[in-house]
């Protein structure tokens, strides 16, 4: 009889996949973090050039080397981070970079602080790595913000690591400097790792993004172009961070994936060092759905704040479980907030990452249901 592995039973599949599973023809999903752009022009025609030259065979490990120079002069000049391209691992994207930093640092037993409401991703890649979780616990009035004070009052002699994301899936919430700054005081001082998932940080409406590595070398960023640059399916991704740690990364990395792709590499060197105004028309849009969103929401006297980053809002209504199998049944797929954690108990997630046009159409399916 087959008896899977003991860390494999600890986990389940994703609830923003098994919502995506549900999606019927006729359907609006907003389930999916997946920016419906198409992927810029001069990124595509890199790729084909590329592709044309023959550049299709292994390449080094941590990645090719002009990207990983371009990474660290993006990381210098823009979040304030020292990390020469020795100290950065190009990855399958930004989840790569995510298990292998947690499978490198963490033991069994170690204590790993995650967000709660926080990504789907965090609770299972510990688990996988045998490690302890423990939810801080981030609450509405407080606009879903993690702070150095809920961080300080739940840290052990236990916690090996804390991991942060902001802009914030599934809230929006943006961090703010203070508390940036004062958690990795409390991570030198206490000799933990934060491992900084910033993987929205270019999708910013109000507040400025800090990035932890900024103030401690005890930071591990996280970083990819999914997001910003609209290229999910290149799966192409990158981790930085002090190079004995890189060093242990680089062991998983070698025997999970080898290298990146050839080709996403290439497209990732051209969206770092090609024209940027892509960035801020995709920025635009965003925040133009965004305010359609929250505008219909409040029309429906479910209100909260509006998301500060990220293209997702988080509300809370009486039956978040009831309300979203109306939302299907009206052909609107919409995620739980419980899959995020016990403090999204009572919220559900909406991606704005849709079109306009489809978003217009999924809120007025929406408003037809009797809250």
């Known amino acids: 009889m087959f008896q899977p592995a003991k860390r494999c039973k600890l986990i389940q599949l994703s609830e923003i996949r098994k919502m995506f599973e549900l999606v019927a023809e006729d359907a609006i999903n907003l389930s999916l973090g997946e920016p419906d752009f198409d992927t810029p022009l001069n990124i595509r025609e890199a790729v084909k050039v590329a592709l044309d030259s023959g550049f299709t065979h292994y390449t080094p490990n941590k990645g090719i080397i002009e990207l990983r120079e371009a990474i660290s002069c993006k990381l210098e000049d823009e979040n304030k981070i020292n990390a020469d391209p020795e100290s950065i ?51 509405e009035e407080n606009e879903f913000r993690m702070t150095a004070d809920d961080v300080i009052d739940t840290i052990t002699d236990k916690t090996k690591a804390i991991i942060l994301n902001s802009p914030a899936n599934p809230t929006g919430s943006v961090m703010q400097k203070e508390d940036i700054k004062g958690i990795a005081e409390i991570a030198e001082d206490n000799n933990i790792y934060l491992i900084s998932d910033e993987i929205y940080e270019k999708i910013i409406y109000e507040g400025k993004h800090y990035s932890p590595g900024r103030y401690t070398d005890n930071a591990i960023t996280i970083n990819g172009f999914s997001k ?10 990158y981790v930085a961070a002090k190079p004995e740690l890189i060093e242990e990364m680089l062991k998983v990395h070698q025997y999970n994936a080898a290298c990146a792709s050839s080709l996403s590499q290439i497209a990732g060197l051209e969206a770092l060092t090609g024209p940027q105004e892509c960035v801020g028309e995709m920025l635009n849009e965003f925040k133009r759905r965004r305010d359609l969103v929250v505008k219909r929401l409040n029309q429906m006297e479910i209100t909260f704040k509006a998301p500060e980053g990220a293209f997702y809002v988080f509300p809370k209504v009486e039956n978040s479980m009831e309300f979203v199998n109306k939302a299907i049944n009206k052909g609107v797929i919409i995620v739980n907030g419980a899959g995020f954690g016990k403090c999204g108990e009572g919220h559900f997630r909406i991606s704005y990452a849709a079109s306009y046009e489809k978003l217009t159409e999924a809120m007025d399916r929406l408003d037809s249901i009797n809250i």
């Open 89 to 139: 691992i190009v990855t399958v994207g930004a989840s790569e970079a995510l298990h292998i930093s947690i499978q490198a640092l963490i033991n069994s037993g170690d204590e790993v602080l995650i967000p709660d409401p926080g990504f789907i991703s965090y609770d299972p890649c510990v688990k996988l790595a045998e490690g302890k979780i423990v939810p801080l616990e981030l609450h």
């Open 228 to 237: 910003t640059y609209a290229m999910t399916g290149f799966r192409i991704g």
